[in-house]
């Protein structure tokens, strides 16, 4: 079993930004992807960025393209999501993700809060 830690979560001003990470522990992440999701209050959980196991290729929901970068540890244990120019509307608890054909491990989740 993988167990996936997030941090970085916090309160920031609209246009701020907000590094978070994610450290993988337990069963090695062989060859997996890791990712970003989000869940604001009262909706579904939704995609926001992965990245594969080499760090080579990444993908993002459009909602924050061109603001957010996922990235990848040289361990390869570990991804950071740099959020910039964040809006209200990033407001969510925000989850890391991995596995190799589907995201099968998550973590518990790091709130993010902006405010307007």
């Known amino acids: 079993q993988v167990q996936l830690v997030e941090s970085g979560g916090g309160l920031v001003q609209a246009g701020g930004s907000l590094r978070l990470s994610c450290t993988a522990s337990g069963r090695t992440l062989n060859m997996a992807s890791m990712g970003w999701f989000r869940q604001a209050p009262g909706k579904g959980r939704q995609f926001v960025a992965g990245i594969n196991w080499t760090g080579t290729s990444t993908s993002y929901a459009d909602s924050v393209k061109g603001r957010f970068t996922i990235s990848r540890g040289n361990a390869k244990n570990t991804v950071y999501l740099q959020m910039n120019s964040l809006k209200p509307e990033d407001t969510a608890v925000y989850y890391c993700?991995?596995?190799?054909?589907?995201?099968?491990?998550w973590g518990q989740g790091t709130q993010v809060t902006v405010s307007s």
């Open positions: 993700a991995s596995g190799r054909n589907s995201y099968d491990n």
